[in-house]
């Protein structure tokens, strides 16, 4: 029996983003004295869903730098978080419980440091409803997307033993890289965050959703047809 190994992005897939990441960013800027221009904020939102200190390295030029960036970001995000702005998609809990019921682990993966990934867990109340997170820095290598190692960490942290058996979802061009470079047997974009649906199409993923409550009917379906298949 296939045991799917579902990993979802959080913010953009699961969690309304608003733009609250990219006001994030221009805090984390105003916090070094940078200036936010037009081409920062469009390679930004290029690459949302890569880990963030990435981003800032690539940004700045300077690893010292970008770290204590790193820091002011995950800070701005965190009294973001604080202040309720930050939510759930409507339908995402029932749809995690219904991807749990049918088997399915889940693993939440996040471009995040740990710190705003375990507060967002945290307040919004996802625990019981998954099995394990990770950030880059949680993973085998310690790669952020589009390198596969939060995915195939996953595996191995739930005991998985085919890389089919990974299904990666997300918002982002990132997301769905990291799954074919992963060798994931599914990969699904939902066009509710970063990225539109031409940009998602150019990855050619197997599908793209208009919501991540359309999920486990996905899972669902691919899953009894891998049992099909390969028995």
């Not at 690893?63 to 009294?79: H, K, N, P, S």
């Not at 978080?81 to 399915?104: H, I, N, T």
């Not at 996802?126 to 310690?142: M, V, Y």
Request: hydrophobic residues 45%; negative net charge; aromatic residues 4%.
């Amino acid at each position: 029996m296939t045991t799917p190994i579902v990993c979802l992005d959080i913010a953009g897939t699961i969690v309304q983003d608003d733009g609250a990441v990219e006001l994030a960013f221009q805090q984390a800027f105003d916090g070094i004295d940078e200036e936010v221009t037009d081409s920062i904020l469009s390679y930004v939102r290029d690459t949302m869903g890569k880990s963030k200190i990435e981003v800032f390295t690539a940004l700045l030029g300077d690893e010292a730098r970008a770290r204590t960036a790193t820091v002011l970001f995950e800070d701005a995000y965190g009294r973001i978080l604080e202040s309720g702005a930050v939510q759930l998609f409507s339908g995402v809990q029932d749809a995690l419980r219904d991807l749990r019921e049918m088997g399915a682990l889940i693993c939440l993966t996040t471009g995040f440091g740990a710190p705003t990934r375990l507060a967002l867990i945290e307040e919004l109340r996802l625990a019981p409803l998954i099995d394990i997170s990770l950030s880059p820095a949680d993973a085998f290598g310690g790669r952020g997307r589009p390198a596969p190692d939060m995915l195939l960490s996953a595996l191995i942290m739930l005991g998985g033993t085919d890389v089919r058996d990974l299904v990666a979802c997300g918002d982002t061009t990132s997301d769905l890289l990291a799954g074919h470079n992963a060798g994931a047997g599914l990969t699904v974009g939902v066009t509710t965050g970063a990225h539109t649906r031409e940009q998602l199409q150019s990855i050619e993923p197997d599908y793209i959703l208009d919501s991540v409550v359309e999920l486990p009917t996905v899972v669902h379906e691919w899953a009894q047809m891998r049992e099909v298949i390969h028995g």
